[in-house]
């Protein structure tokens, strides 16, 4: 990925290939290649361009047009490669020769997307490899003009309706991940992109200088599939993000709008924001007074990417590659997950220099042209997306802004005043039993008890007059943890004692404990009780809490069965801890 | 390449064009490039680097050659006999 920077050249990766240097360490990727066209040069250039990239690419090429074979024999050397990967590329000649054959046009787009199901689920019944399939290449020759599409047996229109079905059943299908042939053939301009000749003489699946972008784009999705990602694009801002120095040219002398390299910034930043969707986090990294940089994110009527957008925003004065380190340790990520993108030579390189793992793209002189050299490296390249992948940006900016408000602070009590925490102490509710009862499922680390109640042995609870169970709830000023702790006490005699205790381990070291425990405390003495008793069992995980009772002060009053124990103190000894929440709601 | 050039060049010169190309499609740093020579006599000459060796010459002489021109070569000297033909 990283070096899809250098120029793929298809004479220079050739002669690359003869004398690979691998270092016996690299990281191997087995990759079977079954094709209907011929492999043997789009094979060479895979290894290079694996090698440039550390990797060692082992290579099995299935027989020329044996792709049905391979994959149904399940005695074939296919399987005996043992390969991650298959490709199975298809070229659009040997499907159009199909298609002119075909008794009956109506079914052939259902017979071909058919037989493409039936050998993935073939392969997946010998072989866990994911495998990838490429879409065809729309021919360039149209019998009726742009009439095409208006005809739905053209072979223009079969083609289409071929390359969106698969991709529909892709997306259906696990273990098998597209490879769009088509839009790459588009780029280049798909008559380009095949060159008759070599077609006719060696069944080349491409022009041979197009080789390496189909074998560079065959491995992109291979290298995200085995998790070489980005995950975070650190952006500067002054002529990046808007024409012009905020600092210097204020907010109405930026360039930044709807036409001329105005309406160029906003549609980087119009892509930028896509990006942030598909699951990307997003960072500032910016030699500004933070008051400026911020400012055109606020008030700025053209800014596509809000203040909000931004997962960690750094502002100040200091070395990029400095600044760039403390957003990899804040946000817990590689190096090599990390794009930079700012317009100044100096500032690409000081970061090339002292980070050599980030990727740092040259960006051309022209605004207008920064979307498409970014286009141009395939950057982004995935093999998954969910739900999960919207939400991840603002959940860590969240965590991002905490962290680095932690900086800021030496003194532990000032960083958690600064907080502004709010914290809910409520008695289960019928609303919010399914999460009481996934928490308590959930929860392994910091799970006193770890009694696994169910949703109705919870919902019973709340009407057994002998039990206070309970919930809690924080937030703070950068966001709402929402439920993350579940306390049953129950009342025994002179005792109350502790039945369940676990919490979200997102919340430790905040005081929340302490605030429970203080809680606890104080609901005994306005019941009469003498002491407050509880159990530590130990778990395979929970070693986390094995001394969680002692520091509270508690006494160790019986010992059981693989370290099982039993603590109690009097209600009269406990010594209140500082807090540094406010309670919002109590009902205990 | 300017064709007006290839077309004035000496057979000797076009020669030295094509030698680092053979070298390189062929895997041979001493491979001696004469209009003699014929693909029996290259190892490596096989019906795939035979195409890297066409299209590389083309790039580097700016010419297109057809499939039928790429079938009837039977050694190096046709193929600079064609290469003028398809300059001029």
Redesign the interface.
């Known amino acids: 990925m990283k070096h899809a920077m250098l120029t793929l050249d298809y004479f220079a990766l050739s002669k690359e290939a003869k004398a690979l240097k691998i270092s016996s360490a690299a990281k191997v990727i087995r990759i079977a290649l079954l094709a209907d066209c011929a492999t043997q040069h789009l094979a060479t250039i895979m290894r290079a361009i694996a090698a440039r990239n550390g990797v060692q690419a082992e290579l099995y090429e299935g027989n020329y047009d044996g792709v049905d074979l391979e994959i149904l024999d399940p005695n074939s050397a296919l399987y005996a490669f043992a390969p991650q990967y298959v490709v199975i590329l298809l070229s659009s000649e040997k499907l159009k020769a199909r298609l002119y054959a075909s008794g009956d046009r109506r079914t052939f787009a259902d017979e071909t997307v058919g037989r493409l199901e039936n050998l993935w689920g073939a392969f997946r019944a010998h072989s866990q490899a994911t495998i990838i399939q490429s879409t065809f290449v729309l021919p360039s020759e149209r019998a009726f003009g742009n009439y095409e599409l208006k005809v739905a047996d053209s072979v223009g229109s079969i083609f289409t309706e071929i390359n969106y079905r698969l991709a529909v059943k892709a997306r259906e299908t696990k273990n098998v991940l597209l490879n769009d042939v088509d839009f790459l053939a588009a780029a280049i301009g798909r008559a380009q992109w095949l060159d008759a000749r070599m077609w006719n003489m060696a069944k080349t699946p491409c022009r041979l200088e197009h080789v390496p972008l189909l074998a560079q784009s065959l491995l992109d999705t291979m290298f995200a599939a085995s998790g070489l990602i980005v995950k975070c694009v650190v952006l500067d801002l002054d002529n990046t993000l808007w024409g012009g120095v905020i600092g210097d040219d204020g907010l109405e002398g930026i360039a930044l709008g709807e036409f001329d390299e105005g309406e160029a910034f906003v549609g980087l930043q119009k892509f930028i924001r896509e990006l942030k969707r598909r699951g990307i986090i997003l960072a500032v990294v910016s030699k500004n007074e933070h008051a400026n940089a911020v400012l055109p994110f606020r008030e700025h009527p053209h800014m596509a990417l809000k203040e909000e957008d931004i997962s960690v925003f750094v502002a100040n004065w200091d070395n990029k590659a400095d600044n760039i380190r403390l957003i990899q340790k804040t946000l817990n990520i590689g190096f090599d997950s990390l794009v930079f993108l700012d317009d100044n030579p100096f500032e690409r390189n000081i970061v090339r220099e002292f980070l050599p793992e980030v990727v740092v793209p040259e960006l051309p002189e022209d605004p207008s042209l920064y979307l498409q050299s970014l286009a141009d490296l395939n950057l982004f390249e995935t093999a998954s997306f969910s739900e999960a992948d919207v939400q991840r940006a603002d959940q860590y900016r969240e965590e991002a802004q905490r962290e680095l408000t932690k900086t800021h602070f030496t003194d532990i009590n000032d960083y958690l005043t600064s907080l502004g925490m709010e914290i809910r102490l409520e008695r289960f509710n019928a609303f919010n039993l399914p999460r009481i009862a996934q928490l308590i499922q959930r929860s392994n680390q910091f799970n006193l008890m770890t009694r696994r109640y169910g949703e109705a042995a919870c919902e019973a609870m709340m009407k057994d007059p002998s039990l206070a169970p309970l919930t809690l709830r924080l937030a703070d000023k950068f966001g709402d943890y929402g439920l993350i702790s579940v306390v049953i006490l129950k009342h025994a005699g002179e005792a109350l004692e502790i039945d369940e205790y676990l919490m979200s381990c997102r919340v430790l070291q905040r005081g929340v404990e302490s605030f429970t425990i203080n809680n606890i405390f104080a609901y005994a003495a306005r019941l009469g009780a003498k002491r407050v008793t509880g159990h530590y069992l130990p778990t395979a995980k929970n070693d986390m809490v094995k001394g969680f009772f002692k520091s509270f002060g508690f006494e160790k009053v019986a010992e059981g069965d693989g370290g099982a124990s039993k603590w109690a103190l009097a209600v009269d000894d406990y010594r209140v801890r500082e807090t540094f929440m406010t309670p919002v709601v109590n009902e205990l | 390449m300017d064709k007006n050039e290839i077309i004035k060049m000496h057979k000797n010169q076009i020669v030295s064009h094509l030698t680092p190309i053979f070298r390189?499609?062929f895997?041979d740093d001493t491979l001696v490039v004469t209009e003699s020579l014929t693909a029996a006599e290259v190892p490596t000459w096989d019906?795939?680097s035979n195409?890297?060796m066409i299209?590389?010459v083309e790039k580097e002489f700016g010419v297109k050659?057809?499939?039928k021109d790429?079938r009837n070569l039977k050694n190096v000297g046709e193929l600079l006999e064609l290469i003028k033909r398809k300059a001029a």
């Open positions: 390189d499609v895997n019906s795939l195409i890297n299209v590389a050659f057809s499939i790429v």
